[in-house]
């Protein structure tokens, strides 16, 4: 398999995540979103994904076939490879997991995505400050909802489901370090905080971050 990556996508990286969880070997294609303008809008990469977004995954030779949009992979890798499960059997389960997940990857990440990012300041004007502070509005007020839900439930364990990672776990550290990088103030949320420290302690999380890609950058 063949991985299009960039190192400090969130989308990326839970699909590196969940790879290493399951121990399946993977090739990175670094895809680079600054350079050229962004190497993700160029003809060759559109062809794999018409959206221009990463992560995409090849899991067939000569890019055969090819997979997008992190869930539908992570979910694909779970189907395919059910070793170290990352969704519970419970369909109800199923569902709790998934909200988390969800709640992250459509009412979060794309509202600071950096496309959005980008709009926000050559298209309509918006300064660093304020394109910062929206950053941080919306990222705080996701994470938030995440912390007061695993808080409150029963089923959190050491991670966000029981004692094993899972699908929420993968989508929820990638957007923790990113909140951290834009300096969200975290210290109200210590169910999350005590959750991305069980998660880093993991090679799977671990290996999977940012400074530990073969693209990496200061």
Not at 114 to 139: E, P, S, T
Not at 166 to 177: E, F, K, M, N, R
């Amino acid at each position: 398999m063949r991985l299009y990556s960039y190192f400090r996508s969130s989308a990326a990286w839970r699909v590196r995540i969940a790879l290493n969880f399951k121990g399946l070997t993977y090739e990175t294609v670094p895809v680079h979103l600054l350079k050229q303008g962004g190497e993700q809008l160029l003809p060759g990469y559109r062809k794999l994904n018409p959206l221009g977004l990463v992560p995409v995954l090849a899991v067939a030779e000569n890019d055969a076939a090819i997979l997008t949009q992190s869930l539908a992979i992570i979910e694909y890798l779970d189907e395919a490879y059910p070793q170290a499960p990352l969704l519970p059997k419970a369909a109800l389960d199923r569902a709790y997991v998934r909200s988390i997940a969800l709640t992250i990857a459509c009412d979060i990440h794309p509202l600071n995505n950096l496309r959005v990012l980008r709009y926000l300041k050559h298209k309509l004007g918006i300064g660093d400050d304020d394109k910062d502070d929206w950053y941080r509005h919306w990222c705080m007020e996701g994470l938030s909802s995440i912390e007061a839900t695993l808080a409150s439930d029963t089923r959190t364990g050491k991670f966000c489901f029981g004692d094993s990672p899972s699908l929420a776990d993968c989508c929820l550290i990638p957007q923790v370090y990113n909140a951290q990088r834009l300096k969200c103030n975290l210290s109200a949320m210590p169910t999350i905080l005590r959750i991305r420290d069980a998660c880093l302690a993991l090679d799977a999380f671990n290996l999977s971050s940012p400074e530990n890609q073969p693209d990496t950058e200061p």
